[in-house]
């Protein structure tokens, strides 16, 4: 295997921010909201754990919070953490998705998920409108860590679909899920694929900015955009290489797949992105952006605190309406001349039994007579005795 990837050595970011900003975050204290979304199994929970474990097992307050229940399948857990680097503090929330997708009749079990983001910035908008701004609770998202399974193959429909709505709405960043389970070639031919659909089907993902003023940090971000989708290994495990070192990672009988060796996946990158480098760009991406986007949206479809447009209301939807009412018109077509052959089935089946009838009638009559005859002819016979 190759050789290990130096440890750590940054801080979590904050405190090498340039001055003014680090001042203005420092003063505030940043907020700083993750969620993981994805098919159920792909190690969005694993996920989480191992950036607690490697970066952020020093925090304070890592509690689990609350469980918000959203329907039946879906249950959405935000966890609670606290950094601190140099005086410099950061409100981390981390939001736990449960997978869609594996349910028989499922295929829109992650709209809850999309609602949720929405949401989010729904109600850090009713509390900008209240005439006393005091503090806000705010889970607006800075960004979505979207799990792709590790197929090898290609984006499956589902994916796209979800993504695209995701994108427009949130800072989407895509992961390859268990990495480990994909050889070198097949990985790189993936990745390859999947940033190919991702521009021909137009999805929108977050883009590190790069920066012509600061060569280094234009470096790095061009190092972190080549390597979307970062390919994830999850593990909150210590486990002994073959040379001897305890690293967190995944045991096979070939050897140790590493989490934190950039040979092995791209996790160091996504950590360095998500609380190191870009943690400002993507809140303030987020505020700038997306939930100005919302803002403006909501803006145009109602009026000054009027309550939100009903889905179906919203220009938005109204496409999906459109489809919706086209596949509920073919099936009431379809159920209709279902039930019209049922009905003529039945007509044909009642003219049979009355026919029946008829000539059950026809006999009783016939019996009826014949009754007769017998007891008129019993009748004579008796007068004669
Ligand atoms: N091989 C491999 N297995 C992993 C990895 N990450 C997680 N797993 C395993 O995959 C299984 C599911 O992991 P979870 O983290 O519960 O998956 P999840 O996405 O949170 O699943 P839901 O909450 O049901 O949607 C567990 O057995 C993990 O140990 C990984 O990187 N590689
Ligand atoms: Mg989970």
Not at 312 to 335: G, I, M, W, Y
Request: with cysteine; hydrophobic share 35%; net charge neutral.
């Amino acid at each position: 295997m190759a050789a290990p990837a130096p440890p750590p050595s940054d801080g979590i970011g904050i405190a090498n921010l340039p001055n003014q900003r680090h001042k203005i975050v420092a003063k505030r204290g940043a907020h700083f909201t993750v969620m993981v979304v994805g098919e159920s199994g792909l190690g969005k929970t694993t996920l989480i754990n191992t950036l607690f474990a490697t970066e952020l097992s020093s925090a304070k307050n890592y509690a689990r919070r609350h469980q918000k229940q959203l329907d039946k399948l879906t249950e959405i857990e935000i966890i609670k953490a606290e950094l601190e680097e140099k005086q410099f503090k950061v409100k981390l929330t981390v939001i736990d998705t449960p997978g869609f997708g594996d349910y028989v009749n499922n295929r829109d079990s992650w709209v809850p998920i999309i609602d949720f983001v929405d949401d989010q910035h729904e109600t850090y908008m009713r509390q900008e409108q209240q005439p006393q701004r005091t503090e806000k609770s705010d889970l607006r998202v800075h960004a979505c860590i979207y799990f792709i399974r590790p197929t090898g193959h290609t984006l499956k429909p589902l994916d796209i679909e979800v993504m695209k709505r995701l994108g427009t709405r949130v800072n989407l960043i895509p992961v390859i899920a268990k990495t480990d389970t994909l050889t070198q070639h097949d990985l790189a031919v993936f990745k390859q694929r999947i940033r190919e659909v991702i521009r021909v089907q137009g999805i929108r993902i977050y883009q590190p900015p790069i920066d012509p003023e600061d060569e280094a940090s234009a470096e790095h971000a061009r190092i972190l955009a080549d390597a979307v989708p970062f390919s994830i290994i999850g593990s909150t495990e210590d486990v002994k290489t073959p040379d001897g070192r305890i690293v967190k990672g995944r045991e096979y009988l070939w050897g140790v797949a590493e989490v934190e060796n950039e040979n092995h996946c791209d996790f160091r990158k996504l950590r360095s992105l998500l609380i190191r480098t870009h943690m400002l760009d993507l809140i303030s991406t987020t505020e700038e952006l997306h939930y100005e986007n919302y803002r403006q949206q909501q803006m145009e479809t109602r009026k000054f605190g009027e309550p939100k447009v009903k889905k179906l209301d919203n220009p938005k939807f109204k496409e999906e309406e459109e489809a919706l009412r086209k596949r509920f018109t073919e099936q009431v077509k379809s159920e209709e001349s279902r039930f019209r052959q049922w009905e003529q089935h039945l007509i044909a089946e009642r003219d049979r039994l009355n026919k029946d009838l008829e000539s059950a009638h026809a006999e009783i009559k016939r019996l009826e007579a014949e009754l007769d005859n017998l007891q008129v002819g019993y009748g004579r016979s008796s007068t004669r005795r």
